[in-house]
């Protein structure tokens, strides 16, 4: 393969390749550099490269071994409810708290991997593996058996594949993912059905419709109508996050004056979302506020993850003002 074809597959595969950094570092941002990273390594190595495996399977590897050098120097990034306790709705918000925090994902990001027609690419955008749920939970296991379970029950590669990826032994590979997924199984719903839906469904996006005039209108009655009585709300980069239906709307009943808030419907790792946007008093302009993303279980909203980052809007594809 001549450097000008090898580049050009190198890059063929940067869509999944990113979303493979993103499962193991929770940033986009991060995955990014990752990715690019993860070229470098490629180019600078690439004459080693014997096709003992697929040239896919070799910069899975070093994609990984980048992600996991980069874990040895980060803090993971998690969500409101590993670092606080729930919140009075009617306690004034906290400070932002200054820590890496979990990234949305665009979906618009997962269009590339999805149109493809190789099977593994399917696989990789399978919803349960790509929801803020999963993300959340595999950010507490330690690097390495993050990594096992990624390559072993995402990708579904076999044990000694993974093993010769990471420089482990196969009953190594065997013992981490035993442990990842005993993790998983107390972070994550007893039964997967619950939070794997196969598609976005027209029940999902008239909830995330419901749920955005609800805010635009001020309507907190009709707020109340979508939510779970056990909804989640969390509000990273504050370390907030509400407890309960009750608590939710308390919160909201302060916040959510009609015509202060705009929304343009978006989906982030697989799930509704909406980008948020205010205006002050007096003001025409809709600014950015950030990304909420929901977790809609039998019509009702479960679990509300806001992401107050202005920021977010530009990585969603979406304008900075309305």
Wanted: glycine share 4%.
């Amino acid at each position: 393969m001549d450097d000008r074809a090898f580049v050009a597959q190198v890059e063929r595969h940067r869509p999944e390749l990113q979303l493979h950094c993103y499962r193991m570092l929770g940033s986009v941002e991060d995955s990014e550099d990752l990715v690019q990273e993860t070229a470098l390594r490629a180019w600078r190595g690439r004459a080693g490269f014997e096709r003992r495996s697929s040239l896919r399977a070799w910069l899975y590897s070093i994609a990984t071994n980048a992600c996991l050098d980069a874990l040895r120097r980060r803090p993971p990034r998690l969500l409101p409810i590993d670092v606080a306790p729930a919140a009075d709705p009617h306690a004034p918000l906290p400070a932002r708290l200054e820590r890496p925090w979990l990234d949305p994902y665009p979906d618009r990001l997962l269009e590339a991997i999805a149109e493809g027609d190789d099977e593994p690419e399917a696989a990789l955008v399978r919803k349960e593996t790509i929801e803020l749920a999963f993300l959340a939970a595999i950010q507490h296991l330690p690097p390495r058996r993050r990594a096992v379970l990624i390559l072993r029950d995402v990708l579904g590669w076999p044990a000694r594949d993974a093993a010769a990826a990471l420089g482990i032994t196969v009953n190594a590979v065997n013992s981490s993912l035993q442990r990842a997924r005993a993790t998983l199984r107390k972070r994550l719903p007893s039964r997967r059905i619950e939070w794997a839906a196969a598609d976005a469904s027209d029940a999902e996006r008239e909830v995330l419709r419901r749920y955005m005039a609800a805010h635009e209108q001020g309507d907190m009655e009709a707020l109340a109508r979508i939510l779970r009585d056990d909804v989640r709300a969390a509000a990273p980069p504050l370390p907030l996050w509400y407890d309960g239906r009750d608590s939710l709307l308390a919160s909201s009943r302060e916040r959510a004056a009609a015509g202060r808030f705009r929304f343009l419907a978006t989906r982030a790792n697989g799930q509704p979302a909406a980008a948020s946007y205010s205006r002050r008093p007096g003001e025409s302009v809709y600014l950015p506020v950030g990304i909420d993303v929901l977790r809609v279980e039998d019509g009702l909203v479960c679990e509300l993850t806001a992401f107050l980052r202005p920021e977010l809007v530009a990585a969603f594809g979406l304008p900075e003002a309305l």
